[in-house]
């Protein structure tokens, strides 16, 4: 019954570069038929509300994320905003 909130507040101790992203899913259907995967570090404004957030734990990309995310929601995708699926040429 703890009610951790990741990156909430507190927790201003991250310098190491070796930390990875936490990674949260929305269990609300945002487009049609997709959960998307958020990193929870996001300040873009994508994040949604904390009630509705299913933590994923930390992974090393967003691919990573997404996957584990599929296991709870088959159609979960990626934000695009900050969780893209979609490598920069
Ligand atoms: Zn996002």
Known sequence: MSKHVYGASGDAAWSGKDA???YCVNRNVDHPG???VHDLDSTLGCLPAPA???NLGQHASSVE???AAQVHFPTANG???CA?????P
Not at 84 to 88: D, G, M, R
Request: net charge neutral; glycine share 0%.
């Open 52 to 54: 509705n957030r299913l």
């Open 34 to 36: 997709d959960h998307e």
């Open 20 to 22: 990875m992203p936490n």
């Open 79 to 81: 934000c695009r905003w």
């Open 84 to 88: 893209s699926l979609v490598t920069a």
């Open 65 to 67: 994320a997404v996957a």
